[in-house]
């Protein structure tokens, strides 16, 4: 397997070349060139939009199998706690977290009880009233690379605490296991962003998750396992608060500040935090926003509907009575809840370093946009005129993949035609015969 | 001449388009690699005169220039224009009727807000001539 910092891939021979994907993705990163989808590294946020709408199941993510832990002598699943709505009812979170160590896994620490841990930090963060306000939370890595390349001016609002992901990975390596040789991590993942953010770490230099299993490549595996289980351990330590992180609401709640905001589904987020810049949102102190329709239970890699699946984790959360905890704590637990890395703008839609001539492009740009139909059609391969304007002017397309100007051109070159061919020289009678 | 330079119809009928000119400007500026802090004070100073122009102005016009060290947006309208413009400059001071309230308009907040903003604020108005709004912002 080629190591891509992307997890979304496309799979060339199912991609008919269709245009469905290219108007869904948020960032404008995909194009349809030579008959097949292409996306443009730089600019996709990983948030599996386009995973959701082919109707080819062209597009896919990377992730681990269960083959990977053979690479370690002792192996740790962090499981997300999204994991949990994918089985029924009367199959409970500890029998789930059994299966994974059946199927595998030496031991486990869940999602969910970062998530608790990042909550105690989230709810002193509030009191103290910031300058930055509101924040916006950084647990969804494709909402905070969305921030990065779409909404720059809004970055020094995100939170920098680390994500549940990142802080479980964190502990179990230098608190739980310090001297453990040879461990492997691995997140149990909804989604290809979080796969992104371990290759390609956000917030942190190095991720301390060693890999990440997508919950629809576990899932088959894991199901077989809780049908053979001998006995169930008592493995869960995640609060209900913490569990409910999986669902829009969940993180927002968890704080039990009032002035807090949830939005899910990356439209939703998108014209948001316009209205955000704009100034717009007012009397709001925290903004949990997921790039996932109802939260992580809409990922692009579960298996069970979203909505079946929140309502589940709503009932298994209120099953579970233990408060949220704080085990293994050492000193060093103030540094592993941080970012250690600054979250810097992606520079990925400037148009040129030189302000002159990023200008100069931008008038062009206008201009091309003026002169295209307008229609926002995709037949050229781009999701909208305006973008095809501005692959015109990065010399990436030709104002004649338009297919509305090319059959203009062709128009006027028959018309230019037929008015030549009628055209008799002096010389030539007018049945076109000299005589 | 500038270097760049666009208009705006600003039509107060289509609520849903509430905002374009100042959306569409705010995504020139990102790709223009424009400093994250000077976008956010020219995101919220243009929107907030935008929506002036649409609900107190009736609809007008808009246009924003740029120049090597600075951004310049007018807005212009023929709509009813203000009486007493310092007055009307006040933090809280509205004459905002309840249904644009109940849009979420009329706390008073936009004009001291492009104020605070911008390099720069000029608004010339003749009651019932029109109203027009001139931001500059330093680059
Ligand atoms: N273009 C305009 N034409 C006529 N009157 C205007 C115009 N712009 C502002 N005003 C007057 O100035 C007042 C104050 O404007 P300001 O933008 O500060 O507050 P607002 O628009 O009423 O409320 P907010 O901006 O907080 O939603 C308005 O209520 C209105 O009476
Ligand atoms: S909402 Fe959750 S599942 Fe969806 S991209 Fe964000 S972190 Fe992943
Ligand atoms: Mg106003």
Known sequence: MTVLKHSVILDKDKCLGCTNCIAHCPTEAIRVRQGKAYIIAERCIDCGECIRVCPHHAKKAQSHTLEALKQYDFTVAIPAPTLYGQFRDHTSIDMILTALKKVGFDDIFEAAEAADIVTAKLKKMLKTKDKNVPWISSSCPAIVRLIQIRFPDLLEQVVNIESPMEIAARIIKNEIYPDKKNIGVFFISPCPAKITAVRNPIGSKVSAVDGVIAINEIFLDLQTAVHSLDSIEELGKASSWGISWARSEGESHSTEWTETVAVDGIGNVIKFLEELENGKIKHVDFIEAMACPGGCVGGALTVENPYICKARIIRKAAKVKRPPEERNKTEKRDNLLMMDAELSPAETLKLDNDFKTALEKMSRIEQYTEELPGLDCGSCGAPTCRALAEDIVNGCAKKNDCIFVLRNEIKDLTENLAELGSWMPPLFSKDGKKK | ?139
């Not at chain 2, 924003?64 to 007055?87: C, K, R, S, T, W």
């Not at chain 2, 004009?111 to 680059?139: A, C």
């Open chain 2, 1 to 139: 001449m500038a270097l760049f330079k666009k208009e705006f119809i600003i039509d107060s009928n289509d609520p849903m388009s509430y905002g374009q000119a100042s959306s569409s400007f705010k995504k020139t500026l990102k790709q223009l690699g424009v400093a994250p802090a000077i976008i956010k004070r020219t995101s919220i100073a243009m929107y907030e005169a935008e929506i002036n122009t649409i609900i107190h102005g009736g609809g007008g016009t808009g246009s924003v220039v740029i120049e090597n060290d600075h951004i310049e947006i007018i807005f212009e309208d023929h709509g009813p224009g203000i009486a007493d413009i310092d007055l009307a400059m006040q933090e809280g001071y509205s004459t905002a009727s309840t249904e644009i309230r109940e849009m979420g308009f009329g706390a008073g907040l936009g004009l001291p807000n492009i104020q605070k903003n911008s390099s720069n604020f000029k608004i010339e108005s003749k009651p019932g001539e029109g109203t027009k709004v001139t931001i500059r912002i330093d680059l």
